[in-house]
Nanobody, 124 residues
């Protein structure tokens, strides 16, 4: 069993930055993949970024490419999402998720464990 706890959300002005953290407790195997998803008001949950734990390979949604960076700290069992040049349309609840099979998919149904989410609000 894996527990995920997100932190780092908040209110920021357009153009600002935030760094989200996702601390994993329980055993994270090297073949896992970790993902960030978000769900805005009245919207479907959407893929943001993913990383393969073992190789560090990263994947991004087109909407965040060049602005967001996903990374991991193996020693701390923590995944980060650095968000720069934030826009009002980035406003959402951001969720961290773990995929035991390691696909790093953009499809949220492939993820087995989820955090409770952290709110990010970007004001214009």
């Amino acid at each position: 069993q894996v527990q995920l706890v997100e932190s780092g959300g908040g209110l920021v002005q357009s153009g600002g930055s935030l760094r989200l953290s996702c601390a994993a407790s329980g055993r994270i195997f090297s073949n896992y993949a970790m993902g960030w998803f978000r769900q805005g008001p009245g919207k479907e949950r959407e893929f943001v970024a993913a990383i393969r734990w073992s190789t560090g390979s990263t994947y991004y949604a087109d909407s965040v490419k060049g602005r967001f960076t996903i990374s991991r700290d193996n020693a701390k069992n923590t995944v980060y999402l650095q968000m720069n040049s934030l826009k009002p349309e980035d406003t959402a609840i951001y969720y961290c998720a773990a995929d035991r099979a390691g696909y790093a998919s953009s499809d949220y149904v492939r993820y087995d464990y989820w955090g409770q989410g952290t709110q990010v609000t970007v004001s214009s």
